[in-house]
């Protein structure tokens, strides 16, 4: 029974080492993500579709209506200042690309 | 035509260095994440040179790749992330080919939404007449250096246009690939010479760009 006991302790050993470097391994970047800037501003699609969403609402033309500031806000949404032909806007989305607010 | 001129930019840019008043694109770092130390790291001059000597490529991220991308732009657009240092192609589906740049040093960068006037294999660079007068590298091409692999305008160019007005600054390749992901430049957007020969098959003359940098002086009066 020993020798069961330890085999049993080595696996969970082995199992909890495995875990934990699935764990490591899981917590590092994407690829595509191993760059940052420590300006943490919105993605540039999520900017965009505030863009989009300031000129129909606002009936600017598309190609007058530039994102010019973003920030996060929390862990899921950002906000976007915006420039429509000299005029400020300020949107609000979310990761998932959902446009919260436009003021 | 109400957009700022490249040479009010220009000034207003000298200013806020001449006050110390930098851009908010400026003060930010790029930071890399490094796979074998497990830590995010300051990605300079310095760290760009010896990775690239190490690696013979840019990092991982500033390769050319596929991404997911929600707009409402038309495929073909050209979206120009300057404070991340990406550029964006997009693509049908939501997508968009993302390549790694570099773009304007403090005080060179800019905003705004212009279009591809023209393009050129391997083309002639000619300096701006501000750059031959502060640059004694570039007063010595004040006539025009002839493309080649020396060139820094690299093996193609794109040449932006407000309007049908050039507007000085390109999209290029260049002949030092370890610059992407830096601000180095003038306020051209370099990219790898593999990269913008990809870039230039891909795209047709009068293809919208948009360019966003945080905190830069604006091109155009949007």
Redesign the interface.
Known sequence: MPALETSIVLKALAAAALLAAAG?QSS??E?????????Q?AP??????CA?AVATQTGAA?????????RQLDATSFQVEL????KRHSCVVDND?NVKSVT | MAGINRRRLLFGATLLSAFGLST??S???????D?KT?K?VK?DRATARKMFARNGQP????RM?M???????KPGTI?I?G????L?LVQPGHQ?I?Y?IGVGREGFGW???VRVGRTAEWPTWTPPAEMVARDPNAAKWAGGQPGGPDNPLGARALYLYEGDRDTIYRIHGTPEPWTI?LDVSSGCIRMNNDDIVDLHSRINVGA?V?V?M??AA?YK??
């Open positions: 490591c590092s970047p690829p595509q993500q191993m760059a940052r800037t420590t300006l501003t540039a699609d999520l900017q965009l579709l989009n598309s190609d007058k209506v530039l994102p010019v500031n973003s420039d429509a032909a000299g690309g | 908010v694109a003060v930010a770092d790029t930071e890399i994440y796979a497990r995010w990605y990092p991982e991220a500033f790749q991404v997911k991308f929600r707009t409402a732009e979206i992330d404070n991340q240092h990406f964006y968009a993302r790694g905003a705004g939404i992901g919208k948009i966003l945080q905190g604006l009066g949007v």
